[in-house]
């Protein structure tokens, strides 16, 4: 249940505020961190060029033209000396001449394409060139001559700086770290606001559900708190209608079914004694039928059979009636099951007529109600006999339940839409077997028997032909004698 809520709602709700703030802040850092960036090294470049350009308005002066290797090495080593960190490497060039701030460093960095664009262009060119794991900033200009009131001269002369961001890199570096600590932290400020949020949701959501699990336990009065106006609220309010909607209808149902009940065991009642009464008079006619003529013998006989079915059926329903209104008890015995099993099939005649297969004399005791079990046994044989097949076998066995009581025929079996509904009262269906005698209550009674003794039936069809019911009770031993209610 745990996992199955972790996968639920909370988890979506954390999920999606944590992509939200995920996406959020990996797009305001980048942006943030780009325009950062580009603010650093552009006020690095500016800085550079700057400087450059002062330097060489300075010593330009001073640089003859054309001028030999040793006055461009000096230049540069003039030039590169004004940077009081040391780290400018200066090149320049004049033609096939050059002079550097490093001799022997061969300016890796200064690509032919550079050169050609410095000298194509009065204009300051740069770029930003990675190598061997750094970064560098190469600025190349071009010396002009001219004043004021005359045009610029261009002399040939090109210089080149080479500047590593080091500083700059390093600024980078920790602007990268605190975009990476600021999207950890709308991270978890994210789950956070989840966590929050889900409660807020999940409080009514969860309330929701054990008012709903309360309304399936048979709690029809459960209501809900009523809180604020939004969608939850909204459903917390429809949840109250539904539930009083539901109990008034409950209610009304079960007063209902009270008053059939009533009536069908007032009826019962109210009918047993002109019942007693036919059967007396029937048991009359019935002795003097062989002096009557063949008509009246065959309306008294048939007068005679339909009474004996109404009284069973009476006899039926107010047992019913007990079970329904809970008054059903059971009035326990320590019996041996099997010795039961043969006195019910003598008392009816089935002795020839069933076939046995029972356990020897005590090997399968219990406490039981003897009438109960008997009517058990009783309905389940007579129904096979009535609508099954012959031969017809009861069988007794002791299980790890308690004691296991089969029936079975050799008819055709129950269809498996019927087998469902066989133990429903007054149940019939066209394909099911007829049910020629009897209240139809039969095998609704052996079920309520079976019920209260704590155990179960169920019926099947036997994979050698035929319906087998199953009955299986449990063995209570060494209990003193009380009355236990359904």
Known sequence: MRKRRLRGLRARLVVAFGLVATVAAITTGALTFREARTGVLQQSQDATIRQLRAQLNQHATELAVPPEESALREFAQDVAATESQGSWRVLVTYGDRSGSSAPGDPFSEVTPALRKAVGSSRATVFQRVRGEGRTSLVVGMSILFGGRDTAATVTGVHVFLVVPQTTEQAYVDALVAAVERAMVAALAL????????????LVPVRKLRFATRRIAEGRLDTRLAVNGSDELADLSHTFNETAAALETSVAELREMEAR????????????????????????????????????????????SEETVKLARLVDDL??????????????????????????TLAARGWTDTVATDLPPPHAVRGRVDPRRLDVVVANLVGNALKHGARPVQVRLSAGDAGAVIEVWDSGPGIPHDVLPHVFERFYKSDTARIRS?????????????????????????????????????PLRRDESPEENPS
């Open 260 to 303: 059939a009940r009533r009536f069908a065991a007032d009826v019962s009642h109210e009918l047993r004694t002109p019942l007693a009464a036919m059967s007396a008079v029937t048991d009359v006619l019935d002795e003097d039928a062989a002096r009557l003529d063949p008509d009246t013998a065959t309306a008294v006989r048939l007068i």
């Open 318 to 343: 107010m047992e019913i009636s007990r079970f329904d209104a809970g008054a059903a008890v059971l009035h326990l015995d320590e019996i041996d099951l099997a010795e039961s099993i043969r006195r």
């Open 437 to 473: 005698e009897g209240s139809g209550l039969g095998l609704s009674i052996t079920a309520e028997n079976v019920r209260i003794h704590g155990g179960t039936v169920r019926a099947a069809n036997h994979p050698a032909g035929g319906a087998v019911f199953t009955v299986e009770l």
């Open 190 to 201: 994210a789950v956070v606001l989840a966590l929050l949020a889900a409660r807020g949701v």
